[in-house]
């Protein structure tokens, strides 16, 4: 077995860099976003004359616009220019899909300083306290990306956007403070309590607009040169790419298109991509719930999300709760794992609505008696049971 891994990793492959077609992957430039990154420095720029001076920006717009690129593109340079400047600033990104608690978040910030931080024993009043103890030996400024910040605020409330947002009022040193970028597909603002709200400027927010196509196909033609041999990608698919992923001004779809079509060609070893590989890869993607994010399901969400796609794929708008816990009570059976009790299914339910793989609503006239109706936003219910048996294994 160990050859035929060698052979394979060892053989031709159309990609010289690979990696830079992940969606972590933050070039040095951001083609397109010029203007947001200049109105970023004008809301931080009080930093560095003031490192107590904390600041506040909300970051929104749709899938695949770049604003967590954008976001960490921002923190990555501005804290270059302030070293230069002899201002420390420290940053660090905490995704809330994965941190969606208070706790969660605090912890990732923490051991942003020390590693070995310990995971449990500390509340999150002493561990806001220790951050105030790190900065001040540092004499630093942070700088905190708070990413999908609406889960963390969903499923938590606002009580930590409210102490980073206030931290400074605090410090006992001036040259400390905490500065905050929150990211989001919408406007948060309404999800904050009125103590939380009240710290946000009007100016406070930054709404990044979907790419055009022009726009992407300079993102194209940076990655295709990033990741790709010489000559591997022709330049007549690049414009093809940035066309197909016009249609949502989406640069994730992009990049993704990007990386299956020169996996196609890798799977026939050929040293050229293709238009049927390009074509093979958009009907490949052609929905917006990325894999990643499925795989990061424990089993039972995955079986309830099973259940729902079973439920929906028979051709209505909306499943109705009784059914869905039904049909996820065969799947549990078909993989010989024993059913959660109805409260436990809910919190499944509840929990993938705040992931945003369904959303959830009372029902209305048309339906006897009062429940709860469930429907898909975004993928097909057929490709998405097909992906989630893949990722269980049928």
Excluded at 51 to 72: C, D, E, F, N, Y
Excluded at 86 to 111: F, H, M, Q, Y
Excluded at 325 to 335: D, F, L, N, P, T
């Amino acid at each position: 077995m160990r050859h035929l891994i060698e052979d394979e990793l060892r053989g031709p492959s159309v990609f010289k860099d690979a990696g830079k077609l992940s969606f972590d992957y933050v070039p040095e430039d951001l083609p397109g976003r010029e203007e947001e990154t200049k109105k970023l420095a004008r809301t931080f720029g009080p930093v560095l004359a003031n490192r107590g001076s904390g600041q506040t920006i909300l970051v929104t717009g749709p899938v695949g616009s770049g604003k967590t690129a954008l976001s960490k593109r921002f923190a990555m340079d501005f804290k270059a220019y302030a070293a230069s400047q002899g201002v420390p600033i420290e940053w660090v990104d905490v995704n809330c899909r994965r941190r969606s608690t208070d706790s969660a978040a605090l912890l990732k910030i923490l051991t942003h300083f020390d590693e070995r931080f310990p995971d449990r024993g500390f509340s999150n009043s002493e561990m806001l306290e220790i951050l105030r103890k790190q900065l001040e030996r540092r004499e630093a400024h942070l700088l905190v990306i708070l990413d999908e910040v609406d889960i963390l605020l969903k499923k938590s409330g606002s009580d930590l956007v409210y102490a980073l947002t206030r931290f400074n009022e605090e410090a006992t040193r001036a040259k400390v403070g905490v500065s905050l970028i929150m990211v989001s597909q919408r406007d948060v603002r309404t999800f904050l309590d009125e103590a939380a709200q009240s710290t946000f400027k009007r100016t406070s927010v930054l709404a990044v607009e979907k790419y055009g196509e022009a726009q992407l196909k300079s993102i194209v033609r940076q990655r295709v040169g990033l990741a790709f041999h010489a000559n591997a990608f022709p330049e007549d698919l690049e414009d093809l790419v940035a066309e197909m992923a016009a249609e949502r001004g989406d640069a994730r779809l992009a990049i993704e298109l990007l990386h299956k079509a020169g996996q196609n060609a890798d799977d026939e070893s050929r040293k050229t991509v293709s238009a049927e590989d390009l074509r093979a890869a958009k009907s490949s993607v052609s929905d917006t719930v990325e894999e990643g994010k499925l795989r990061e399901l424990d089993l039972h969400k995955k079986l309830t999300l099973l259940a729902i796609a079973r439920a929906l794929k028979k051709g209505g708008a909306f499943a109705i709760t009784g059914e869905v816990e039904s049909i996820y009570a065969v799947a549990c059976e078909e993989r010989g794992e024993k059913p959660r009790a109805h409260t436990q299914f809910w919190t499944y339910l509840k929990d993938l609505e705040g992931l945003g793989f369904i959303h959830t609503r009372r029902s209305g006239k048309g339906v006897l008696g009062t429940t709860t109706l469930i429907s898909l936003p975004d993928v097909p219910a057929k490709s998405l049971e097909e992906r989630l048996l893949a990722l269980l294994g049928k």
